[in-house]
């Protein structure tokens, strides 16, 4: 099993819809991180987590809202989806030093 | 702001070294270099990192100049399975707040030929 797993994998939703994207990890760390890939660029980062209670904004929050029920566990959610919100989101986790994060495989979404 | 520069993208032959450099010429003290790697939309996936020091692990080898203002990542063998976009990164190894994100530029796409 992977490590750090993402649902959906792809989705496909209307403009004004609400989505939520899920991301568990079995590593066991604190810290957690929800990303966003453009076609060509690089990642993005949304919000981040240190710990079931320590949510932050990242450099591109608004239209965006994130959950994190449990340290395994932290969901971002689009609550009126709009059609510049179409990209790739990466899930990722990292222990409390940082070395190195492990992704999840990504959520291709597509908002028509 | 860009805290690095890479070049958009590099060839290799399949079974030769591949060297990807890295300028990061306003790294600060307690900044480490990090390598990561993107194969074809999936997530990316951690190389290496060093502060000074030149660092090898077995994925690839890490060549840190001594003014710390460029680095060179060294696949010694590279294989189709490398083909992927490569991202060098600076940044604190430990701290909290935006300091610990990971910042990713648009790296060098590697494509190795048979």
Request: charged share 20%; hydrophobic share 30%.
């Amino acid at each position: 099993d992977a490590d750090v797993t993402q649902t959906p994998r792809n989705r496909i939703t209307k403009t004004g819809k609400r989505i939520m994207l899920e991301c568990s990890q079995t590593k066991g760390h604190d810290r957690m991180y929800w990303y966003r890939q453009d076609p060509g660029l690089g990642l993005r980062l949304i919000y981040y987590s240190f710990d079931v209670k320590d949510i932050n904004k990242g450099e591109i929050s608004d239209g965006y809202s994130v959950s994190r029920q449990a340290q395994a566990k932290f969901s971002l959610s689009l609550e009126s989806a709009i059609p510049n919100q179409t990209a790739l989101y990466f899930c990722a986790t990292s222990d409390w030093r940082g070395t190195e994060a492990f992704f999840g495989q990504g959520t291709r979404l597509t908002v028509v | 702001d860009a805290k690095t520069t890479q070049p958009p993208s590099m060839d290799c032959a399949e079974g030769r070294a591949a060297n990807l450099p890295c300028n990061h010429s306003t790294i600060s003290g307690n900044e480490y270099v990090y390598w990561y790697r993107q194969i074809h939309s999936q997530g990316p996936q951690y190389i290496i990192h060093g502060l000074k020091n030149n660092e090898t692990n077995e994925m690839a080898s890490l060549i840190i100049t001594e003014d710390r203002k460029s680095s060179t990542l060294i696949l010694p063998h590279a294989t189709l399975r490398d083909t992927a976009v490569y991202y060098c990164i600076v940044r604190p190894r430990e701290g909290g707040g935006s300091n610990y994100k990971l910042t990713f530029g648009k790296g060098t796409l590697l494509t190795v030929n048979p």
